[in-house]
């Protein structure tokens, strides 16, 4: 299951990651959101133990979401060793966000 990430856990979960780390930026509102909800849970999963995926609900956790310019959402950004690596706007097939993961893994 993909972690919530909160503006306090942020620092400890996504930066200090010893892991590639995929967030996925979204809101109850937001119709692409819920079509992209799914393949991040199943991406989860997928790469238990192998990278760090987690969702940050924008409504809930502002400081995140300004510190990173999120103003589009679904917006998933790529995390390693503490910096953005990759990003995806919108609502995407899994296969790309699957390819994306796979590069930081590489």
Do not use: H
């Amino acid at each position: 299951m993909a972690l919530e990430i909160t503006d306090s856990n942020f620092e400890e979960v996504v930066l200090k990651a010893d892991k590639p780390v995929l967030i996925d930026f979204w809101a109850e509102w937001c119709g692409p959101c819920r079509m992209v909800g799914p393949v991040v849970e199943e991406l989860a999963k997928d790469y238990e133990g192998k990278a760090v995926i987690g969702k940050v609900n924008v409504d809930e956790n502002p400081e995140i979401s300004v510190r990173y310019g999120i103003r589009n959402i679904p917006a998933l950004l790529f995390f390693k060793n503490g910096e953005i690596v990759d990003k995806q706007i919108g609502a995407v097939p899994k296969s790309v966000l699957n390819e994306k993961l796979e590069k930081q893994l590489a």
